[in-house]
């Protein structure tokens, strides 16, 4: 917060009525100094602005000798405009006169000759002779604003850090490396794939490298492979450029530079402006490493908003300046983590186009002067007490309910088919890998790292060559597996941990049944379990899906005005750009759900170029104690059950009885029933569907025997080979030696059948649609039931996989009640910002199909509410159980508004809305989608306000900040899709049904459904599109499932769920433990202690309270920063890491 210590002398502002006033007294000092200053100071301002009266006042001296202000500066400086604002300002001082140094009588003359002054403001930048400068303060003894010799330092990094570490404050964790070739003993730099070691500290990736020499902007960040490696090179800004994006991952080898830990800093920079050890001005900037992209405004001036400094940093610019004894002096913050960090120092610098800080800056510089140089002056001047400005916070006026608070939970976007291969190995080899990456503190090993897949690779290579020797040989692992595992290794020609990874299981008894995969091994003692994992990376389709909805996610928040108005989704960049949205974005660690959340937040923010950079900084890695991540391989002893009766029903060969449909569709779902339908007898559709592969595979083997195709580059860069390998795979495992169909393939199966029909329809195989067909029926049913079959079990499944995000989201709801620290915007500086006290609090979860399966499960059937009693929740029920697939880019909303009329304490104070959409269209969904009703966001109460349906305009007016978005009344009756397939990215709804008033809204105090709004659905790119032959499916629009709940109902169900879970989770812990004792491994890696089900059972119960019901005021959990506050909780310190 700028803060002036005093304000100008009491006539100072006033005092213009003096004659000689008229005009800007500031003045440039000649050469000719012999004479005394008191002549030289008049004479110069009489020769410049009042030469007709020069005659009257040749010999008179004036009454009191004038304080003269020298201005030594180079002249792009000293003549820059707020330098002039400044000047011009300082002078309206009764007894204060300016001289600026002329820039040739700098460099060229001696300092004998410099203009006489009492006060010096002189600073260094390029090309200024700081020698004379300190030379002429030695000979002439001014008041120095800014002191001389202290800017030697800032010039050079490593000092500048010293001094900060001096001061204690805080720093990034840093190192300095000199290449000095007199020291050679400095220089000591080891570089490795994802790290650094300077001088025996090791930085991981990533981390800053910046050049000793402040002057020297080229500052590099390196990024980890996992996150896609390269650089991002920082450099002054060129145009609309601050950096550039690079491939090269390896660090400079010539120079020395500092190496320091990376900032999460959520993509902004805070710059503080000192004037004086108790005034800081502090703006937030884009930071220059998100996309190199400079934000410019209409003017083309750098966009920066004043934000206000907490205590702690107020402190923290007090010891900055009096440190390095620059009175006017400009530094950069980091604020990551909840803390602040300083990482650079700049010396004097201006705030740029604020009006209000050249007031305050010349006022706080005057007082100054005046009050060490009055008395010796004998001007008569005493320090004015002036009211402290009074910060006005505007509040949100009219019945406009107020968005607080955005929770999105979104699936990842297309993929490519995931693969997994396993293998019994026993070779000494393995042993050794899985030892010297310490596989035997938990029986579990997972290998992702480029040079630990490069060991794996080693091994097999070397196993194939003694297998190619001779036949007999100790080697067990079979040759076609080895094969595989060296093909699928060396896919890319390099490795990127984001796309392959390796587990490795010990197995004490070796493998305990031969699956559809093995003989029998013949062996027994122990073994390993090696599971290669590879495709399921994000498709160049699936970055433009989440891209797309990422825009068209930004019109959930009331709109724009200024630079923004009547664009759409505008009023989100908006609050973004001034530091009134306080964004966090989760993913779980698994490349493609990284990669689709950067996109994302790509689109949301506007943000342009690669990927990399916006995930290292946007996306936090939610990879905490399962908050986003889900070991598919520990399944729940629920699941396990669920599996088996699954297998049971589809194993019957005759068709679905009534019974059946008991068993398999207890809740009745149309979904399920119209999938039950279509197939008829099960293992009948299992045999079709396995004749179909069978065909499939023969047609692509014809393919690649033919000399034109057998090359074809697929999309993503897949051949026919790596085509085939996947089907015939699929063709192998689906049917097992006897005959029977391993129903857990069949998602595999649709996920490659949909795969292939959406980007390879080019190769226009044969009967790829009746395969979509029908695997797509059967995956309708085996998926969703996968997650239970009854209500009881989708529950309890649900809340072993979701407990720990369902307490995060039930965090962030209560957190919006006090804002924390985050950064608020400086009421008195932000013009042209209608609300400043506003604050939109965004959460996004970007996660896998089991979480968003489970979220729905938890709201569906935890009984948030009574659907006999509430006519929309039946509607929505109705809707959720007659959607088919939660395909990727499946969203779960969760919005929060707040109504500024009522009671602080009443419970329609804060009020909650749940919408969902099933993510992206299907290859021919058309005719059989159901519908829903519209998204229908919290609107005004006074229906005469709404605006004309689709018209832009009223984004523009100035009430922007009204939570209410663009609206069309609607009928409240299903419309044919039709309608739906007209709407496109533009926000013009075309509504072809005359509105109605009534309202579906139960007990709700609003008519909500009567304003209903489509949520902008997304143009399918249609054409070639990418790489050839793909298009990108549109995204079904948001549709509502309540629009009025309240906070105090959402918080207290969380509440039960996530109680009533406590039982299921010591559950879960007994099926984990039970399956480490059913391979009877405990002893072997855990001899302290075996897992048994009772010490699970007492060490992972939660706290019957846990900690964020108490009393603690909830920011006292976690006040920011990218650690989940479930670790507060000691019942939830478990993962399921895999």
Known sequence: MSEPCDGPAPGAWEGLGRSDRNAPLFVVGGEDDEQDMGQVETGMRNEMFREEEMEDDEDESPPERQIVVGICAMMKKSKSKPMTQILERLCKFDYIDMVIFPEEVILEEPVEKWPLCDCLISFHSKGFPLDKAVEYAKLRNPLLINDLNMQYFIQDRREVYRILREEGIDLPRYAVLNRDPDNPEECNLVEGEDHVEVNGEVFPKPFVEKPVCAEDHNVYIYYPTSAGGGSQRLFRKIGSRSSVYSPESSVRKTGSYIYEEFMPTDGTDVKVYTVGPDYAHAEARKSPALDGKVERDSEGKEIRYPVMLTAMEKLVARKVCLAFKQTVCGF???????????????????????????????????NMVMR??????????????????????????GTMMELRCVIAIIRHGDRTPKQKMKMEVRHPLFFELFEKHGGYKSGKLKLKKPKQLQEVLDIARLLLVELGQHNDCEIEEKKSKLEQLKTVLEMYGHFSGINRKVQLTYLRNGQPKASSEEEDSKRDG???????KWGGELTPAGRVQA??????????????????????????????????????????????????????????????????????????????????????????DCQQKVKARLHEIMQKDQDFAAEAYEKLAPTGSPSLVNSMK????????????????????????????????????????????????????LERDFRTKNGRYDISKIPDIYDCIKYDSQHNASLGLED????????????????????????????????????????????????????????????????????????VRTRLYFTSESHVHSLLSVFRYGGLLNEEKDQQWKQAMDYLSAVT????????????????????????????????????KGCDDEENVPLGFGFRPASSENQDKQPNQGSLEDLSQDQPDQAVLISEPINIQRRSPMIRNRKTGSMEVLSETPPTASSKGGTSHRLFPSC????????????????????????????TLHNSLSLKQVDEFLNTVCESSSEAHAKTMKALSSLFDSQSQTSLYSPQQPLSSSGSETSLRPPSQPLWHGSIPSSAVSSAGPSSPITESSGLNFSFSE
């Open 678 to 729: 279509i197939i008829q007898n099960p293992v009948n559709t299992c045999d079709k569907v396995y004749t179909l592969i069978q065909s499939l595979t023969k047609q692509i083997r014809k393919r690649l025997e033919d000399p034109k195709s057998a090359d074809l580059q697929l999309y993503h860069s897949e051949t026919l080979e790596l085509m085939l390998q996947r089907w015939s795979k």
């Open 768 to 839: 790829t649609l009746e395969l979509f067909r029908l695997s797509r029926a059967l995956a309708d049913i085996v998926i969703p039931q996968e997650y239970g079959i009854n209500k009881a079990e989708k529950l309890d499944i649900a809340q072993a996989y979701c407990v720990p995000l369902m307490k995060k989201i039930q965090l962030d709801l209560q957190r919006t009640h006090e804002d924390e620290a985050v950064n608020k915007l400086h009421p008195l500086y932000s013009r042209g910002v209608m609300s400043p006290g506003r604050h």
């Open 547 to 636: 891209e797309e909805l990422g825009r068209a996610f930004r019109c959930m928040y009331p709109g724009g005005q200024g630079d923004y108005a009547g664009f759409p989704g505008c009023g989100l960049l908006r609050l973004h750009s001034t530091y009134r949205h306080d964004l966090k974005i989760y993913a779980s660690d698994e490349g493609r759900v990284q990669m689709t959340a950067a996109a994302f937040a790509k689109g949301l923010l506007a943000l342009e170029g690669e990927l990399t950079p916006i995930l290292v900084q946007m996306v936090k890695s939610a990879n905490m104690n399962g908050l986003l991540d889900s070991d598919s391989d520990s399944l729940t």
């Open 1012 to 1039: 209903s709004h489509q949520s902008p659905e997304i143009k399918p790119t249609i054409g070639l599109g990418f790489e050839g032959c793909s298009m990108v499916p549109s995204i079904y629009p948001l549709e």
């Open 885 to 920: 697939e939660l395909n990727y880019m499946t969203q779960i909303v969760i919005m929060l508004y707040e109504d500024n009329n009522k009671d602080p304490s009443s419970e329609e104070r804060f009020h909650v809305e749940l919408h969902f959409s099933p993510g992206v």
């Open 372 to 397: 060490e140089l009055a008395p010796q002056f004998h001007i008569p001047w005493s320090i004015p007490m002036e009211a402290e400005d009074i910060p006005i916070v505007p509040t949100t006026s």
């Open 526 to 532: 122990p073994s390993l379990l090696l599971v290669l």
């Open 332 to 366: 950069d913050l980091l604020r990551a983590n909840g803390h602040s960090f300083v990482c650079d120092v700049n010396g004097f610098s201006f705030v740029k186009n604020s009006m209000k800080y050249y007031d305050d800056c010349a006022k706080v510089l005057g």
